[in-house]
């Protein structure tokens, strides 16, 4: 995508972009100075070509710890994705820099998609033996 067709999403409401680091590396392997590199310049060098506020952020891998949260937070985004599946619900406290995802590919039924965000699907996997 062109930074044009980036900044025709993003000028519909309904359309947001996020971060997601400058290099893709695994943040938990880098020192605390390039973690926060790699994590403060994707949002500045994006925010700069949108001309907006960068307010989500994906961990690249799913990798992250404390540290990686605590930089998320210190970089002012909002919200951050993991990449452990799961659903959050009204009655359990929820971490907006850790949250988890459902999956949604090509192969994705829409029986599926709808146990998925039902949050059954999360349940499933969680007491079938493929996890234990």
């Given at each position: 995508m062109s930074w044009d067709d980036i900044n025709t999403l993003v000028a519909d409401p309904l359309f947001s972009i996020g971060s997601h680091t400058l290099n893709h590396h695994n943040l938990p392997n880098l020192s605390d100075k390039q973690a926060f590199?790699?994590?403060h310049e994707s949002k500045v060098i994006i925010e700069d070509k949108m001309k907006g506020t960068v307010k989500h952020f994906c961990y690249p891998l799913g990798k992250f710890g404390k540290r990686e949260m605590d930089i998320v937070?210190?970089?002012?985004?909002?919200?951050?994705?993991?990449?452990?599946?799961?659903?959050?619900?009204?009655?359990?406290?929820?971490?907006?820099?850790?949250?988890?995802?459902?999956?949604?590919?090509?192969?994705?039924?829409?029986?599926?998609?709808?146990?998925?965000?039902?949050?059954?699907?999360?349940?499933?996997?969680y007491l079938l033996p493929v996890n234990q």
């Open positions: 590199a790699e994590i937070k210190k970089c002012n985004f909002l919200t951050a994705t993991t990449t452990q599946t799961g659903n959050l619900s009204l009655n359990q406290s929820i971490d907006f820099h850790s949250l988890p995802r459902i999956q949604v590919n090509s192969l994705t039924t829409e029986k599926v998609l709808k146990l998925q965000i039902n949050g059954f699907y999360p349940a499933l996997l």
